[in-house]
């Protein structure tokens, strides 16, 4: 037994002394095994007699003895078959031996009213864990420590696990089904001439299949690394080298990479929690890496192990321990890391992800903002059908989704976070009005039917705002697309459309990132699609207000929770449109189990079909020395003449002045008959200051003679009497009214240019 505590002592002594290296090696993942073996070697009587003096009731399961003796065992198991020493597999096996005295411990009145235990209690009810029980039998089967006795016990225990979880064997492509799938398995796999061995076999497959080259139905970053960890590990106990042929594993790997922080690590969307359980996405990024041979795969480990090393995180529990025995039975040595293109993209596509990131860089100072418009979506129907029928889910996105279509995410900046999501919810179905998942809980805006009643604004007999948007926090099912994305030179913008026909309204949110200078304009279009009431509502969360001026807010984020934020960065967020009618302010609320402020303007008004209101915020990263009120004085509203049909803003920094235009209705310009072009530029020009085009989006950095501009969706751009793009003149033929071709202009995706003005160029 000396070259037992020898080993342990050797790995402990060179974990501790290790320098910080930009890419863990085989050998880092060793001895985080190793250290956090030694450290529960010493604790886990300790940690199982706490668990004893406070046994609790599950609200999810009646029963429920801890999952620390299994997730121990299992990584005992793994040390068993590294080194062979009896020693671990004596050990793993008293972990699983001592639930026979748990069970005995549990209060039956816990419990007894619960049906699925009528047949005997199994050694875990949590099936996020109860895979360890058998995965830690099979690596110590082989063991000469085990007597009969011991051995049989274990092996009644691995089958009262397979057997318990078909009294609810849940499925879908979700990380709940595949989760059992695991337990089924490997109990299969331990035990494979138990009677009840091929029915184990045979769920393992039915749940599995759900998810095995298919889409995830879960839109929630802290659940899909659950998925795809226990989906992996499913397939490498497997063997089955086919299921990184389709082409859906390596999307979502591109998917989980692109979402990757400033800070290291995933952003928080949905159920989850900052920071993100980050060590599950170690080992799925190294599987990838080694399957794919992909450099970015490695960049994506390589961000996760630096926040390890920076900020000395505890990897002795041992079941995050756990996730670096798959990193070490996976890695690739030998490929070295590349970072993803350091700019704008959208994250992946606008079916499935239906995400943008507007990014400058992949290192911790860049800029990173994150817009989620994913809505419930049409695939997985069977699967989140079976949900809303047999659990209690109404404040989710089935599943696992927020009430955050349209919504910023998060948003980074030199190294501070300046806006972040709600977080998860804080009691079982939800908290206190769907917390935290309801609308009303994001960076987004709300629309309510009914007017709020406001006497005279301020006055504190009228409504406070909080009071009318809060309800139950059910999710109501929209539907999302994106009508634009594109990357210019000095502009990168998205338009995306959120649809609820339940409510009747229609809200396009346009987020324009002026890259040179870092900062964004978000501007809300919502349109009403039928006779009725109602309140808008645009919401931004802080933690701190510093300073506040006409319509603005200086604000900082310092903590999330245990989250220190690090840098000194902080937000300017301020409306913009002068209208009379709109209140602006604030009220405390609960985000991310702490206290915050949420930031309002808000309007009531009846509208009619087509009518259209509109909201444009700043958002202004800056440093502390930089005085808000002065930033604020840079932008000056343009009048358009058209508004609210078309909205434009000049910005004014040292020498250069830069113009901002943008359509919020895409389709002023067509014509009411149905020729073919249907659109007119006469219909659709709009005048921002000295320029006019007929453009969705327009940019235009003038400084001195020196004009850079771009565009997106337009027949013609022109700066004062010049034109500076136009669409050349065609014939349109299979007119629908049957007439022969009619000459007209295209328009243009996009276009961009710079050039040098000469110094009598003349303004309208």
């Not at 979506?377 to 659990?391: C, H, N, P, Q, V």
């Not at 594109?486 to 998205?494: C, P, Q």
Request: proline share 6%; charged share 25%; hydrophobic share 35%.
């Amino acid at each position: 037994m000396m070259k037992f505590f020898v080993f342990f002592l050797f790995g402990y002594l060179l974990l501790g002394g290790q320098a910080k290296a930009a890419l863990p090696k085989r050998s880092d993942y060793l001895q985080i095994i190793q250290k956090a073996v030694e450290q529960n070697l010493q604790t886990s009587e300790s940690i199982i007699d706490k668990w004893k003096s406070n046994i609790e009731r599950s609200d999810l399961f009646g029963y429920s003895t801890t999952s620390y003796p299994a997730n121990f065992a299992e990584l005992l198991g793994f040390m068993y078959e590294e080194t062979g020493e009896e020693g671990y597999a004596k050990k793993a096996a008293e972990m699983l031996l001592v639930y026979e005295e748990l069970k005995e411990l549990f209060p039956k009145e816990f419990y007894a009213d619960r049906i699925e235990y009528a047949k005997g209690l199994p050694p875990i009810s949590d099936f996020f864990s109860m895979s360890s029980y058998p995965k830690a039998y099979r690596a110590i089967q082989s063991s000469s420590s085990l007597n009969a006795q011991d051995r049989r016990t274990i092996e009644r225990g691995v089958a009262d696990c397979a057997n318990f979880l078909m009294n609810y064997p849940e499925w879908g492509p979700m990380n709940r089904a595949i989760l059992r799938a695991e337990t089924f398995f490997n109990a299969a796999l331990a035990l494979p001439d138990h009677p009840d061995a091929p029915a184990w076999r045979r769920m393992a497959q039915v749940l599995s299949s759900d998810s095995y080259q298919r889409w995830e139905e879960e839109d929630a970053a802290g659940y899909h690394p659950v998925w795809m960890l226990s989906l992996m590990r499913m397939v490498d106990a497997t063997d089955d080298a086919d299921f990184y042929r389709s082409s859906i594993p390596r999307y979502y790997l591109d998917y989980f990479c692109h979402l990757i922080t400033p800070a290291g690590l995933m952003v928080d969307f949905g159920d989850a929690r900052w920071p993100m359980d980050w060590y599950r996405f170690i080992p799925i990024f190294e599987k990838g890496a080694a399957v794919y041979h992909e450099p970015i795969y490695k960049w994506a480990v390589e961000r996760a192990w630096n926040y390890i090393q920076e900020n000395e995180v505890d990897l002795t529990g041992a079941y995050t321990a756990l996730a670096f025995v798959d990193a070490y039975r996976w890695m690739d040595p030998d490929l070295a890391a590349e970072p993803p293109a350091p700019h704008s993209r959208l994250v992946m596509e606008d079916i499935v992800g239906k995400k943008v990131v507007f990014r400058n860089g992949t290192d911790r100072k860049s800029t990173f903002l994150l817009l989620n418009y994913r809505d419930e979506g049409d695939g997985a129907y069977a699967g989140r059908e079976f949900l809303r029928t047999s659990i209690t889910a109404e404040e989710e996105k089935t599943h696992h989704g927020h009430s955050d279509e349209n919504s910023i995410v998060s948003l980074f900046h030199n190294g501070s976070i300046l806006l972040h999501d709600g977080g998860y919810r804080d009691n079982l179905p939800s908290g206190a009005y769907g917390q935290y998942r309801s609308d009303f809980y994001h960076n987004r805006l709300v629309t309510r039917k009914n007017k709020r009643w406001v006497q005279i604004q301020g006055d504190p007999l009228s409504q406070p705002i909080f009071e009318f948007l809060r309800n139950s926090g059910a999710y109501r099912p929209v539907r999302t697309q994106l009508l634009n994305f594109l990357t210019f030179e000095e502009l990168d913008f998205s338009t995306t459309r959120l649809l609820d026909t339940e409510l009747g309204v229609q809200h396009d949110r346009t987020v324009l990132y002026y890259k040179p200078d870092s900062f964004f304009i978000v501007v809300d279009a919502v349109e009403a699609l039928r006779d009725d009431f109602f309140t808008h509502t645009v919401l931004w969360h802080t933690q701190k207000i510093l300073a506040r001026g006409d319509n603005w807010f200086d604000t900082r984020i310092d903590s999330i929770n245990a989250y220190k934020n690090p840098g000194s960065t902080n937000l300017l967020i301020a409306y913009l449109l002068p209208e009379p009618g709109r209140e602006t302010g604030t009220f405390p609320i609960e985000r991310h189990w702490q206290p915050e402020t949420a930031i309002y303007q808000t309007l009531s008004d009846h509208y009619y079909a087509g009518n259209r209101e509109v909201f444009i915020t700043l958002l202004i990263p800056h440093g502390p020395k930089q005085d808000p009120a002065e930033l604020v004085k840079k932008f000056t509203w343009l009048d358009t003449g058209i508004f609210p049909q078309a909205v434009g803003l000049a910005y004014k920094n040292a020498n250069k002045t830069v113009t901002f235009g943008v359509k919020t209705d895409p389709r002023m310009d067509y014509k009411p008959q149905d020729y073919r072009p249907r659109y007119d530029y006469e219909l659709g020009k709009v005048d921002y200051g000295p320029f006019q085009t007929d453009a969705h989006v327009f940019v235009a950095n003038q400084t001195g003679n020196e004009l850079y501009w771009a565009a997106s969706n337009m027949v013609r751009v022109k700066y004062g009497e010049k034109i500076l793009q136009e669409s050349l003149e065609m014939s349109f033929a299979l007119q629908l009214d049957g007439m022969p071709p009619r000459p007209g202009r295209a328009k243009w995706r996009y276009w961009e240019d710079r050039l040098t003005l000469s110094p009598g160029a003349k303004k309208r």
